[in-house]
């Protein structure tokens, strides 16, 4: 499977279990419950995952490159809560590996589709 394909669908995994359980997802976070603000962020993972599942060509890859954006700052923003002490460092660390990851997979399916499209323009050829 294509990693930004695997991104996709595991954000649109986050964002329903998101909405589903709020709470569960929250204390996961290592967060006090906040029911709104994790379904927000829930809304947003099910939306960005399934606009780069369906889209394809340069629209894809500038939403994985959004992707990348939100998921750089996702990595940000749980060290600088590791440091405020606001996320314990055990799940912090956790948040930032799987944030950091999702930039990686978005990078290597960026770099898989273009050598996938210089095959197949080679093949035409």
């Not at 002490?85 to 999702?102: H, T, Y």
């Amino acid at each position: 499977m294509n990693p930004v394909t695997g991104l996709a669908l595991g954000r649109i995994a986050v964002g329903v279990a998101s909405l589903a359980k709020p709470d569960l997802v929250a204390t996961t976070m290592g967060q006090t419950p906040s029911p709104l603000l994790t379904q927000w962020f829930g809304s947003r993972e099910i939306a960005l995952g399934a606009v780069t599942l369906f889209a394809t060509g340069s629209a894809r890859r500038n939403l994985v490159l959004v992707g990348a954006l939100v998921d750089g700052a996702d990595a940000g923003t749980a060290y600088a809560g590791i440091q405020a002490g606001q996320i314990p460092k055990e799940i912090g660390f956790g948040l930032v590996a799987v944030a950091s990851g999702a930039v990686v997979a978005g990078f290597l399916g960026l770099k898989d589709g273009r050598r996938r499209a210089k095959k197949k323009l080679a093949l035409g050829s």
